[in-house]
């Protein structure tokens, strides 16, 4: 195994751009008209209303090029998905009558940037797209046009394309769409025969006139049931580990292993599950292990893609939904088949109005005392192979143990993200390639990180044999399961920790004393509050512990308060408390949520 800080160290000669000139490439469609946004569209909208300079409003990626390719090439390709697709043609008006405007005409920039003198080729492919991509990611274009895409030309006469990468906008599409962009621009950009627009496709605005329809409209009412369901048991974090130091920096790992691609298409062939399915299986018997918990329910993105006229869409269709694999008691195949169906079950219904959801979710939190952060805990950006595709021959023992010589982990620093772990599958062919985000590494360490991944790794590979017992499944994971002391206790889902509590109500409910106790008069989570100005009744209590949540992600408020007029000598005694005037759960009856 490998370990290495940066991916871009074993280059084979340094890159270097310089800026030529910035090509505006006319695109001509065969229509100009409006309609409201699709439930994608207002998906992306609603996320990025709360989170407008996230790093992933923009998406980057390397876009193929043959060996031999001309600016020329990829300026008359940029011309055939503009006008093949309107999602590269539309803007949007975010106001109050949301809706999305197709231009008949308008202009993609393509930026030519050319290499340092030097021998440049096919085999410098990788360093240079790396190096474009960073280049995209660091320099936004203000504008945030549909598609933005950039080359690298050799600095010879010929001004050959070594590499080209692509920024796209998060409301026009998502990663499915870039992945049928990326097979088109190969196809477009080394065969000037196929340069037309082709048939009509299904559009955005197409898509948006379905949604509407009562079968639709439905279907969106019966995922939000769903998530209804899911919502009110999802636990605040999923990896909440005792005896940590917060106020860390974010870091990523990624795992790089043919030997895992190889046994996870040996697990896939045998249980006949997807081979995204195996890959969750054992994240989630690593995670259960680790934190002790019998159950991960998870946020996790479905891509949406399973109608036929979907297939080929170019636009924004994922969202998140929620999946419940329940691990305990389960040898490996059987928690594959299980992840399989419950993953199946939750993209089933991971199409809904995003605003429906939100208000739905404020009032699940009110409830629950809590905070949601719907980041997945896993994003599957590694496309199932098609139909008909077979899984070729399948690896030997001998060649299972030949390729975990050539396992890598790279560790680099990343942008702060939204959840103690992450993990991004991102390769599934020739090498799994797995990131693992760490939102904070005083909570997660990068060694643990390594460690996850590892364990993760060393399932695969003995699944890849046979099938796994849970004991075999605890002995190769290797890591000790979270230990808590008696100030932890699992309510609502939730690992609590009463010391974070207790510095909730500090923080919220100052200058009144407060104290919280596990249990008291038949109530969970009781929390004894001296009056004043600030919070006399439960209700005015509860409304200042969830607006002080932000600042204590890992907490859950108290489920019962008590209002006293006075504190006593030793607010620990809980016999010591004076008659209390108010009591209450501080959560108004909720109306119904109308569906």
Excluded at 251 to 268: C, D, Y
Excluded at 472 to 491: F, Q, V
């Amino acid at each position: 195994m490998t370990v290495v800080a940066d991916p871009g160290q074993h280059r084979r000669q340094r890159v270097r751009l310089t800026p030529q000139r910035t090509i505006q490439v006319p695109v001509t469609g065969s229509r100009e008209a409006e309609g409201p946004l699709t439930l994608g569209q207002v998906n992306i909208a609603q996320w990025l209303s709360q989170v407008s300079d996230h790093f992933y409003s923009v998406l980057c990626v390397e876009l193929p090029v043959p060996a031999v390719a001309s600016v020329d090439d990829v300026v008359e390709t940029i011309a055939v998905l503009g006008a093949r697709h309107e999602a590269l043609r539309t803007s949007y008006d975010l106001g109050e009558e949301k809706r999305q405007l197709v231009a008949a005409s308008g202009t993609l920039p393509l930026e030519v940037c050319v290499l340092g003198q030097g021998r440049w080729g096919p085999r410098d492919r990788t360093s240079v797209a790396g190096t474009l991509l960073r280049l995209l990611r660091d320099n936004p274009d203000p504008d945030r046009p549909a598609m933005r895409v950039v080359v690298a030309v050799s600095p010879d006469e010929d001004g050959r394309v070594i590499a080209c990468a692509g920024a796209f906008s998060h409301m026009a599409v998502d990663h499915g769409a870039i992945e049928v962009l990326r097979r088109e621009f190969a196809e477009l950009v080394g065969d000037t025969s196929r340069r037309h627009v082709g048939t009509p496709r299904h559009q955005p605005l197409d898509q948006a006139r379905l949604e509407a329809t009562p079968a639709e409209r439905r279907r969106a009412r019966a995922a939000q049931v769903y998530l209804q369901r899911q919502t009110s048991k999802i636990p605040r974090l999923l990896y909440h580990m005792p005896d940590t130091s917060p106020g860390g920096d974010p870091l990523a790992v990624e795992l790089s292993s043919p030997a895992a691609a190889m046994a996870v298409r040996r697990v896939a062939t045998r249980t006949r599950a997807s081979r995204q399915s195996v890959v969750l299986a054992a994240i989630c018997a690593v995670l259960a292990h680790r934190t002790g918990d019998e159950e991960i329910v998870l946020p996790l993105m479905s891509g949406n893609r399973f109608d036929r006229h979907l297939l080929d869409y170019v636009g924004s269709l994922a969202q998140g939904t929620i999946a419940s694999v329940g691990v305990a008691g389960r040898d490996f195949d059987a928690l594959v088949a299980h992840t399989w169906t419950t993953v199946l079950e939750a993209s089933r219904h991971a199409r809904y109005d995003a605003a429906e959801r939100a208000r739905l979710d404020e009032r699940i939190a009110h409830e629950r005392g809590l905070l949601f952060r719907y980041e997945p805990l896993f994003n599957n950006l590694a496309p199932e192979p098609g139909p008909g595709t077979s899984p070729g021959a399948l690896p030997g023992t001998d060649e299972l143990r030949a390729a975990l010589a050539h396992t890598e982990l790279r560790w680099r620093p990343v942008q702060r993200n939204a959840k103690p772990v992450r993990f991004n599958l991102n390769q599934l062919d020739e090498r799994l390639v797995l990131d693992l985000w760490v939102e904070d590494d005083g909570v997660v360490p990068r060694q643990e990180a390594e460690s996850l991944l590892l364990a993760f790794e060393r399932v695969l590979v003995a699944a890849a044999h046979e099938d796994l017992t849970t004991a075999r499944m605890h002995d190769l994971i290797g890591l000790p399961t979270a230990e808590r002391s008696a100030n932890w206790l699992l309510l609502d889902s939730c690992r609590v920790d009463l010391r974070q509590v207790q510095a909730l109500l500090d923080d919220a409910l100052a200058p009144a004393v407060t104290r919280v106790f596990a249990e008291a008069n038949g109530h969970p989570l009781v929390a004894y509050v001296t009056i004043t100005d600030h919070a006399s009744t439960p209700e005015q209590a509860h409304a200042r512990c969830m607006a002080a949540l932000p600042d204590h992600p890992a907490v859950l408020t108290p489920r019962h308060y008590v209002l006293c007029p006075a504190a006593p000598t030793d607010p620990a005694d809980l016999a010591s408390w004076p008659a209390p005037r108010h009591t209450g759960t501080g959560r108004a009856p909720a109306p119904p949520v109308e569906l």
